[in-house]
């Protein structure tokens, strides 16, 4: 079982649209997750970083679900510009210094 | 420009030839880190420097692939004796102790012949 599993996609949704991504993780002791976004042919850049208590930045929120493994992104009314591969995050334990990626989810906005 | 950066961007090298990369990290930043990334996959994990010491290596991290960061600023990656299952984009990032987040290079893309 991979440590972090996302959905690859491809999702294709309209403009305007809301989209939610989510991921599982399989570590317990998992400290810190995070969104980031890919472009093609880009590094990756970070989107935002999920809270236990959920976090909203503009159209995106992001939600964590210890007791269930899981993190969640939304984004609402959706633009072109979001089309890009999110990456779920994971850093696996307090004492690694190293961030554990799922495979990323396709998203592509469409006019 | 004050990101990572790193060189070269791309690098086309023939089977069995060695190849080194380097990485300038924010100059802030006392964590380094090398992922391998390949065509639908996320960032794989290879190796962790904090100021100039290695702390941690991935078990993807062969015995040709070695990793350098002698000054605590740069660092240098080397793969020897390439195989054509070493093309992938190679992937650089930075942080600041204490912070779980890294800023990304724009990556060496290696393909081998």
């Known amino acids: 079982r991979k440590e972090v599993e996302q959905d690859p996609g491809p999702f294709n949704v309209p403009e305007g649209a809301t989209v939610a991504f989510n991921c599982t993780y399989s570590?317990?002791?998992?400290?810190?997750f995070f969104w980031y976004r890919q472009d093609c042919r880009k590094e990756p850049k970070l989107l935002m970083s999920?809270?236990?208590s959920g976090n909203e930045d503009g159209r995106f929120t992001a939600q964590l679900n210890r007791a269930s493994q899981y993190i969640s992104l939304l984004i609402r009314d959706s633009k072109l510009s979001d089309s890009a591969t999110y990456l779920c995050?994971?850093?696996?334990?307090?004492?690694?210094?190293?961030?554990?990626f799922g495979q990323g989810t396709r998203l592509t906005i469409n006019p | 420009d004050t990101g990572v950066s790193q060189n070269p961007r791309h690098k086309i090298t023939k089977r069995g030839q060695n190849v080194t990369f380097r990485c300038d990290p924010i100059?802030?930043?006392?964590?380094l880190y090398w992922y391998r990334q390949t065509l639908g996959q996320g960032p794989e994990f290879l190796t962790y420097?904090?100021?100039?010491?290695?702390?941690?290596k991935s078990r993807l991290l062969s015995d040709r692939f070695s990793a350098e960061r002698p000054k605590g600023s740069f660092s240098t990656l080397e793969i020897q004796r390439t195989e054509q299952g070493d093309s992938a984009m190679y992937l650089c990032?930075?942080?600041?102790?204490?912070?779980?987040?890294?800023?990304f290079g724009p990556g060496t893309r290696l393909t081998v012949l």
């Open positions: 990032a930075s942080s600041r102790s204490g912070e779980g987040s890294e800023f």
């Open positions: 570590n317990s002791a998992s400290q810190s």
């Open positions: 999920v809270y236990s």
């Open positions: 995050v994971v850093n696996p334990s307090q004492g690694a210094q190293k961030l554990v």
């Open positions: 100059s802030e930043h006392n964590r």
């Open positions: 420097f904090q100021n100039e010491a290695q702390l941690e």
